[in-house]
């Protein structure tokens, strides 16, 4: 299974991006019972943290810092999870890594770096 990130860039304060998370690899499915679909931000000197969750039945969860600004988003015939993230903010400045939790096991994109200037 491999999950391909994309979308990353450098933009203004106030401005949007949207990742995407494309998985391939055999018949994984990323809308298969069981699988949460998260992104994750590591800034500079800090740990990597949970930013946002989807479930498989299209629920959400956000930490308080992206709420109302970020939204998480699965396309299943393309197998693809989105990032939407608007009103960035230069605290959103970080490498961001997608990841698939399923029975089959963990699994996680490269990253894409996200810069945004004040």
């Known amino acids: 299974v491999q999950l391909q990130a994309s979308g990353g860039g450098l933009v203004q304060a106030g401005g949007s991006l949207r990742l995407s998370c494309a998985a391939s690899?055999?018949?994984?499915?990323?809308?298969?019972?069981?699988?949460?679909v998260g992104w994750y931000r590591q800034a500079p000197g800090k740990s990597r943290e949970l930013v946002a969750t989807?479930?498989?039945?299209?629920?959400?969860n956000y930490i308080d810092a992206v709420k109302g600004r970020f939204t998480l988003s699965k396309d299943n015939a393309k197998n693809t999870a989105y990032l939407q993230m608007n009103s960035l903010k230069p605290e959103d400045t970080a490498v961001y890594y997608c990841?698939?939790?399923?029975?089959?096991?963990?699994?996680w994109g490269q990253g894409t770096q996200v810069t945004v200037s004040s």
């Open positions: 690899g055999g018949t994984f499915s990323m809308d298969a019972v069981g699988n949460i």
């Open positions: 989807i479930f498989e039945d299209g629920s959400t």
């Open positions: 990841n698939v939790l399923s029975f089959s096991g963990n699994y």
